[in-house]
Structure formats: C-alpha cells, structure tokens
C-alpha cells in the first residue's frame, strides 16, 4: 500500500479550502468527503443554507450548495482526490496514521481532520422539513437573518445560552420583535449578555417566553408561527411569527477522534499552540468547527483550513517528506 501524503477528513469549507492548498503545494490530497456521518451530507452545513450573503465575493449573495461545489471544483483542478465514504476507523497510535472507511484503508503521513460539527435542533417534522426547503426555519441567525423576508417580522429564537442572546441581539436590528423561547426562567448566558437582553427587553425590542419548548413548527410553504408547550404547567400556545431560529447548542463531529486527541470539554479538537491547526499528536492537525465553537463562519473555516494544508505542509518538508 503506498503512503499518501496528506488525507484530509471533511468536505466543508475548511476540508475543501484544504484541500486546494495542499493540491496546489503538490501534496495530492486525498479527501473523504463523506456520505451521512454526523447527519451531514458532503459539502458540510452549508448544504443546508439557501442563500449565502456574508461570504466575500458574492456581492449578490450564493446558495450553500453551489458554493461548495466550487470550493470541490477547484480542489479537484488542482489534483484533490475524492472517496464519497464515511471514515469509521482512524489509527493514530503509529506513523504513518491509517485512515478506513466501508471500501478503502488508507496510510496517511499527515492528517487534516475537518468534520465540523452540527447544530442542535429539536428535532420536529416540521421544524425539519421547513429547515431543508427555506421556509423560515434555520439555525443560524448570523447567516440567514438579514434577509429581506425578516424584516419588521416577529420571530423567535430558541435557547437560553450566549448564542441565543447575542443571535437574537443581532436579529433585533432587522424583525418587528424577537421572542426568546427558553426551557427555563433564567437564562445560562453569562453577565453581559444578560444585561444586554434586559435592555432589549425594556426596549421592547425582545420577549421572553420563559418555562417554554417549541412543541410544533406551523406553516405549509412558510413558517406562520410556532406552538409552544409550557414545561410547568403542560399548557399549549400558538405564538405567530415569521421565522425561527435554533441556537440551543452544537455538537462537534469528534466521535472518531475521542480518546486519541486531547478534546476541550464540550468534546471539540484542542489546539494546543494558539493560532496553529496543530492537534495533540504530531502529524494531525485540525480545522473548522471542529475545533472552533466560538466563530462557525464558513469563511473562519476556509481559513484554518488554509493553515491547516501550510501547517501539515511545512511539517512534512521538515520530516524530509516532499
Ligand atoms: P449553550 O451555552 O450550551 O446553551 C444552549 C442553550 O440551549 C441553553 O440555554 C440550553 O438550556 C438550551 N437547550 C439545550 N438543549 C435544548 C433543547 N433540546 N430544547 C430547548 N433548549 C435547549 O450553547 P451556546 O449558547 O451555543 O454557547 C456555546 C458556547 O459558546 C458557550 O460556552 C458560550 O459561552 C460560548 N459563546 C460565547 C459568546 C460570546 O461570549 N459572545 C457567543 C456565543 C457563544 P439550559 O440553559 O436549560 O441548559
């Protein structure tokens, strides 16, 4: 079995932005791209947003889908090779690290792991099906709600946590009002992010729904409001509104990683060398959301995705590997 040089893990914008410098740094990547690993599809979360308007470079904004087809095209041009398959099995214990899948075992010297992470969502039919046709349902607020549909709009923001309120802080320079639905009464963002809600709210510009979960998505085409379920007192209410976005939390895609890598404690990849891609072992390196739950931006991920092939890179040429 030869040796590739550089295997990289994910088909988002890190593993794909990878990928084109790695190609073009003569390395010949190979990516497993995936299949359904984590729930995703190949080409990462972006797969599920519509319009992209915050991406430099599409002054009239892109959809997810064909942008990642793009970022594909062009690692493909450059050399990037391709397996649609899920790794299930990672060995990093000895040089070179082995990489398997379904159909393929593979001996890699250098490693970029790229699998991102996936929002949380609730999980209802109808939450779900509005998510993938854009109809109004999205879980993320910094991506989506700047578009025309939302303005002067109520809408709701799911979730008690920092994301929630800074989230629905930012939709509040657009909607009519922005409800905070939240499971309990007090919120677990911390002190400054608390005070901005309150100010919000006696500004009238928020509302939380407090003690409550979204219990059903309403809208055929569109969502038209959601029905809510006290958890105190079991009673249900129908709240309109035109939009509504999940910010209850992410999961990193780590499972293949865990216990071979150091991970933080909310399970994603540590770098231990601030402002390099480099993992826990030598060799491995990281980028994306899987290693980042602060930013999530497709175009953060691009970017440690480029430090990550200049990363892995420069350490192969140190180990005389060209
Ligand atoms: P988080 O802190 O884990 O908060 C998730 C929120 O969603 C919690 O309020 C939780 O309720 C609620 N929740 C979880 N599962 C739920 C479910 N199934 N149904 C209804 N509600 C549910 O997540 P996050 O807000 O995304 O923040 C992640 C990390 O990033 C945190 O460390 C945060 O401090 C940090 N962050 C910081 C900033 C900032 O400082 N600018 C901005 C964003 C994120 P409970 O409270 O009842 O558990």
Known sequence: MSVEKAVVIGSGPAGLTAAI?????????LVFEGFNAGGLIPGGQLMYTTEVEN???????????????????????????YIREDVNEIDLGKRPFVVKSDEHTV????LIIATGARANWRGLENEQRLAQSGGGVSACAVCDGAMPIYRDQELVVVGGGDS????????????????IVHRRDQLRAGKAMQERFFKLVDEGKMQP????VVDDVLGDQFITGVQLKDVKTGDVRELPCRGLFLAIGH???TELVKGKLDLDDKGYIK???????????????????VADHLYRQAITAAGTGCMAAIDAERWLAAQGIE
Not at 21 to 29: D, E
């Open 209 to 212: 729904q407090w003690n409550s």
């Open 21 to 29: 410098y790695a190609a073009r740094a003569a390395l010949s990547p």
């Open 251 to 253: 999961t990193p895609n």
């Open 107 to 110: 001996e890699t010297h250098a």
């Open 164 to 179: 929630a309120i800074e989230e629905a802080s930012y939709l509040t320079k657009f909607a009519g009002k922005v409800h």
């Open 271 to 289: 770098l231990p060398n601030p402002g390099s891609s480099h993992a826990s072992i030598e060799g491995v390196f990281a980028a994306g959301d």
């Open 55 to 81: 991406y430099p470079g599409f002054p009239d904004g892109v959809t997810g889908p064909l942008l990642m087809k793009a970022f594909r095209d062009q690692a493909e041009r450059f050399g990037t090779r």
